[in-house]
């Protein structure tokens, strides 16, 4: 399989045996958009890199709308191109892919990271950034923030971190990112998508390691593991400020039940795996960052409260059979309380939220019911707290929406010893 | 007279003695099959339990539903103690039936066979049943979460349409599999599948004649509005 990819390569680019940069792009029918990365990717790399040697290789997992012929016109000889089918067999190889297809919206997005791995590892190259073909905001400094950082300042992976409204990426905000910060001591923002740049060595583990890409790990997206794993397995992780984040709608876009399974269930996936990494007690340090400091938005259109009030209150109503099993009784007392509260009056607090995903976590890894099923029932409880956080903040600027999620990473490393606790002695 | 009534009183002792001689060592194999039956199965039992201990069975049967299926039922005692209690029973019964057949009365003459005949029926339908009941509630559960994430307000009453849709059809399954009324399982079947798309057609039918009643009356009223 590896060799198939390097063949690849070699027909297509007989000189390149070893490189500076590897610029990889997966896609899937972005004929509409390619083009236009294309050009910024090649401007940013004349800007910066100009005296580098780079391979661009374009991981295509079955376009019927021209794209790899897009990519070959627009880069033309001005560096090196190949375009690869990905390793593996493509997203019918897996049971699982339809999960993961739903959450990217791209089949076969693993097998085309994997055989950019496995591309760094052979052709040497220094760094490689990934870069999404659909994104409409690339610009040609994404080159320098995702690559500098890796040939300059040591930087095993760069992260990517975009200016959003202040109520956008709640999940992320309210329970990915305080969670890994948590668990693993790094202040990441767990943000997805549009760009990632990497290390040889981060990219060589990341293949070699098979947990990886085998058995249950198949069934969660390579997005929503990508920072945990680098921060889990200690790679010097940094932040890249990418500006907005525009992109094409995803043909599969995920509805927010499937980002949630796909995002925590992520998550709580590698707890178990890095036990041993998080069960120690750790304070958390902020990650380097690279990029102009970016400031958070006001949403442009309303947020509608009230729908997420009714989703949460409905749960309280049928899923109580399913929590009961879930949450410690404690939890389950405070969950069922805020049921009482009216809309306007209604919060759900802090230490109550981390408790109720500190108990999910723990109920996972006991497979106290089908996982799928315990992490879909989360989904009301999430709208809860979402709803709550709106309601607190909605009078204050994007600073008190900030300040709130500061509040909520701090009271998630407060309540560690809590996790730790049930994890051990359930 | 006197001799002839003796000798018959004695030939008919003697008989009857012979008949309990050969009688008494089979009523003997009978009890021993009994005994062993009791010390078989309770060993069973407790070799079965302990198996299910250490394969952590009751976990899996409360994540599977199958606990609180049949706590909901009225069934309070764990899933394992009512698997060894079966398994008792089951060996208990195999060689209470050998003791039996060990009489050899002519009434009970190929019991063990025709008993050892229906055994396979009788498995097959408990785990018809098991497997039934485990998919009833993890349907029955997909559907209740995925209904109340879309905020669909009949979560529950779908979520139990369904289950109990599994159920009834696992119910049939089972009384098929074990010769029950088969022919009044199939005919319910067919009377419920056939009302429902006779059901269904009625309902497309009267939905297609009011569509066409409704544009007939459009069309006569612009018909009225033109003139």
């Known amino acids: ?137 690339v610009t040609a400094e994404w080159m320098s923030l995702l690559v500098k950082p890796v040939l300059e300042s040591g930087a095993d992976y760069v992260a990517p971190v975009f200016r959003r409204p202040r109520y956008e990426g709640s999940l992320t905000n309210n329970l990915i990112a305080p969670l890994t910060r948590s668990l693993y001591g790094k202040r990441v923002g767990c943000q997805v998508g549009g760009g990632y740049g990497f290390s040889p060595k981060m990219a060589s583990t990341l293949f070699q390691k098979k947990f990886l890409w085998e058995g249950e790990a198949a069934r969660f997206a390579i997005d929503s593991w990508l920072t945990t794993v680098a921060v889990a397995e200690g790679f010097q992780v940094w932040q890249a400020r990418l500006g907005a984040k525009v992109q094409d709608n995803k043909a599969g876009a995920a509805d927010v039940a499937t980002s949630l399974v796909q995002a925590v269930g992520a998550s709580y996936h590698y707890m178990e795996h890095y036990q041993d990494v998080w069960e120690k007690p750790t304070a958390s340090s902020a990650v380097p960052e690279i990029g102009k400091p970016m400031e958070t938005e006001v949403e442009s259109t309303p947020i509608h409260v009230e729908r997420m009030m009714k989703g949460f209150r409905q749960g309280l109503r049928d899923l109580l059979p399913i929590w009961e099993v879930i949450l410690a009784p404690e939890t389950l007392a405070g969950v069922l309380a805020l049921g009482l509260k009216d809309d306007d009056d209604f919060r759900f607090p802090l230490a109550l939220w981390v408790q109720t995903v500190y108990d999910f976590a723990v109920a996972y890894h006991e497979k106290v019911i089908h996982r799928e099923h315990l992490l879909r029932s989360l989904m009301p409880l999430y709208l809860g707290r979402t709803s709550s956080v709106v309601l607190e903040t909605r009078g204050g600027g994007p600073e008190m929406v900030q300040h709130t999620v500061e509040q909520g990473c701090q009271t998630f490393e407060a309540m560690k010893p809590y996790l730790v606790d049930r994890w051990r002695f359930q | ?140 559960e997909a559907v209740l979460i995925a209904a109340v994430n879309a905020q669909i307000q009949g979560a529950r009453f779908m979520a139990n349409m369904v289950r109990w849709g599994v159920i009834i059809f696992t119910g049939a399954m089972v009384l098929t599999q074990l010769g029950i009324a088969k022919e009044i399982v199939v005919a319910a079947f067919s009377i419920i599948f056939w009302g429902n798309r006779v059901g269904h057609g009625h309902c497309g039918g009267l939905r297609r004649a009011h569509d066409r009643q409704r544009s007939a009356r459009a069309a006569t009223a612009s018909r009225k509005g033109r003139r």
């Open chain 1, 1 to 137: 399989m590896e060799d198939a990819v390097w063949k690849a390569v070699q027909e297509q680019c007989p000189d390149a045996h070893q490189v500076d940069l590897l610029i990889a792009l997966p896609s899937f029918n972005h004929a509409s958009t390619i083009g236009s990365v294309l050009k910024a990717i090649l401007a940013g790399l004349n800007a910066s890199f100009a005296n580098a040697s780079i391979l661009i290789v374009n991981a295509d997992v079955g376009s019927q709308d021209g794209t790899p012929d897009i990519v070959k016109q627009t880069v033309g000889d001005l560096v090196p191109v190949a375009v690869i089918q990905p390793l593996g067999e493509g997203s019918s190889a897996s049971p699982f892919a339809l999960n993961r297809l739903s959450y990217s919206g791209m089949p076969g997005r693993e097998e085309a990271f994997r055989s950019f791995f496995v591309l760094t590892q052979r052709l040497q190259a220094k760094a490689c950034a990934v870069i999404d073909a659909n994104m409409r905001s």
């Open chain 2, 1 to 140: 007279m006197s001799e002839m009534w003796q000798e018959a009183m004695i030939a008919a002792f003697r008989e009857m003695m012979n008949r309990a001689v050969l009688f008494l060592p089979k009523l003997m194999a009978m009890v021993t099959f009994l005994l062993v039956g009791l010390a078989v199965g309770w060993l069973v039992k407790l070799l079965l339990m302990h198996i299910l201990k250490v394969v952590r069975f009751e976990v899996f049967c409360e994540r599977m539903g199958l606990t609180s299926a049949l706590a909901k039922g009225g069934v309070k005692q764990r899933m394992s103690d009512l698997i060894g209690r079966f398994s008792f029973w089951v060996v208990f019964l195999f060689f209470a039936f050998m003791g039996v057949d060990a009489l050899d009365l002519p009434a009970t003459a190929n019991l063990m066979s025709a008993i050892l005949g229906f055994l396979p029926h009788v498995i097959a339908a408990i785990l018809v049943g098991l497997l039934g009941i485990l998919l009833a509630n993890f349907s029955g």
